[in-house]
């Protein structure tokens, strides 16, 4: 199982939808959970995948990804939604990380 299988399957188990894939192998990344949900399909022997939107995003501006990805995505059980980010130490995604902090720091001073 690759490394990012397990997180996958936990999300999925969780009820998580919505994929948003950002950076340099994002399509590499949406095309690989795409395949994975057949997998998945098959062990639960349902087709679970079918509501579940993957979406990749690579030459777009940190700002255009984190606009996206806040009102962009959907949330289907707004009771019990969230949207989580999972980022690594890339360049791409320590701007995003600071992007987000910059942004929740002028939002708590509005």
Not at 22 to 41: P, R, W
Not at 58 to 85: M, P, Q, S
Request: net charge negative; charged share 30%.
């Amino acid at each position: 199982m690759r490394f990012w299988e397990s997180l996958i399957r936990f999300l999925l188990d969780k009820g998580c939808s919505y994929f948003v894939c950002v950076g340099t192998y994002s399509e590499s990344l949406h095309d690989a959970i795409d395949d994975f949900f057949y997998q998945y399909n098959e062990e639960l022997g349902i087709e679970r995948s079918r509501d579940i939107v993957t979406t990749y995003h690579t030459n777009e501006t940190t700002e255009d990804v984190i606009a996206y990805f806040v009102h962009g995505t959907e949330l289907r059980r707004k009771e019990n939604g969230c949207l989580v980010a999972i980022l690594d130490d890339s360049p791409e995604d320590q701007e995003i990380r600071n992007f987000i902090k910059n942004h929740e720091s002028t939002a708590n001073q509005a």
